[in-house]
C-alpha cells in the first residue's frame, strides 16, 4: 500500500469556478478526514467520515464546500463559485477506528486567481 | 486564544545542537501528536502520546497531562531535522493543531 493519495497535487482556477479534489485514503481505514492549511499556520480542521457517513463539518465549510464519499472509499471536496480566500493547500488524512494516528496524503495546492 | 500554543515560532540552530520545541493546551484531549511538516506540504505523524514519554531514534516526545504541556526534543539535531514540527491534539474526531514551529539545522 502506497499511502493516502491526493489529485491533484496543484490546481489554479480563476475567481468563481467550481473545483474537485479527490483523496483517496489507506485501503484499510475506515475514517477519513480533510484539514485546510493557510500559509504559516497549522492545517485546520473542515470535516470527517466514517465509511461513507459524514459525521462532522466545521463551521469553516460553507454552504460552497461539499464533501462526499459514496462508498467509504475514495473522497472527493468540491468548492463551489471559488473566492481567493479559498487559496490554501487541502490536506486529507485517514485513519482505523480505535487507532487515534492519522496518516495524511501530500495535499492540494489551491489557488484562486 | 488558540487551543493549541507552540513555542518558539522560529528556531535556529547549529548541527549537534539538543532542541526542545513546547506546546501547551487549553482542551481535555484523548493523545497529543506531534508531526513533521516538510516544504512541498506533506505532513508525517511523529509520535501519538497520551502520558509520559516517547522514544524514536533521536527523537524524544514527552507529555504532562496535569500541566497540559509537552515537549518534543531533538538530540545531535543534523540539517536534514530541518522541517516544521506541529503540535496537534485529538478532540473528539478531530486533531486541533498549533500554528507549528519552523526550524532551521545549520551545519
Known amino acids: 500500500d502506497t499511502g493516502v493519495s491526493q489529485d491533484p497535487r496543484h490546481k489554479i482556477t480563476k475567481r468563481g469556478q467550481n473545483v474537485t479534489f479527490r483523496c483517496d485514503p489507506i485501503s484499510e481505514h475506515n475514517r477519513l478526514y480533510w484539514y485546510r492549511q493557510t500559509l504559516g499556520q497549522g492545517p485546520e480542521f473542515l470535516t470527517y467520515f466514517q465509511n461513507e457517513a459524514q459525521l462532522e463539518k466545521s463551521r469553516l465549510l460553507s454552504d460552497r464546500f461539499s464533501a462526499e464519499r459514496p462508498k467509504g472509499s475514495f473522497s472527493t471536496l468540491e468548492i463551489q463559485r471559488t473566492e481567493q480566500g479559498d487559496s490554501a493547500m487541502y490536506l486529507c488524512?485517514?485513519?482505523?477506528?480505535?487507532?487515534?494516528?492519522?496518516?495524511f496524503g501530500p495535499g492540494t495546492r489551491l489557488t484562486v486567481l | 486564544k488558540n487551543e493549541v500554543e507552540q513555542s518558539p515560532q522560529n528556531l535556529t540552530a547549529q548541527e549537534g545542537e539538543f532542541i526542545t520545541i513546547n506546546c501547551s493546551y487549553s482542551?481535555?484531549?484523548?493523545?497529543l501528536h506531534w508531526l513533521q511538516q516538510h516544504p512541498g506540504g506533506g505532513i508525517v505523524s511523529l509520535f501519538m502520546l497520551s502520558s509520559g514519554k516517547k522514544k524514536h531514534g533521536r527523537l524524544i516526545a514527552t507529555i504532562n497531562i496535569q500541566e497540559k504541556h509537552s515537549s518534543l526534543h531533538i538530540t545531535a539535531s543534523h540539517p536534514r531535522d530541518s522541517a516544521v514540527y506541529i503540535c496537534a491534539v485529538g478532540y473528539g474526531n478531530k486533531l486541533v493543531f498549533g500554528a507549528g514551529t519552523i526550524l532551521r539545522v545549520k551545519s
Open positions: 488524512a485517514s485513519s482505523s477506528s480505535g487507532q487515534g494516528r492519522q496518516f
Open positions: 482542551v481535555g484531549i484523548s493523545a
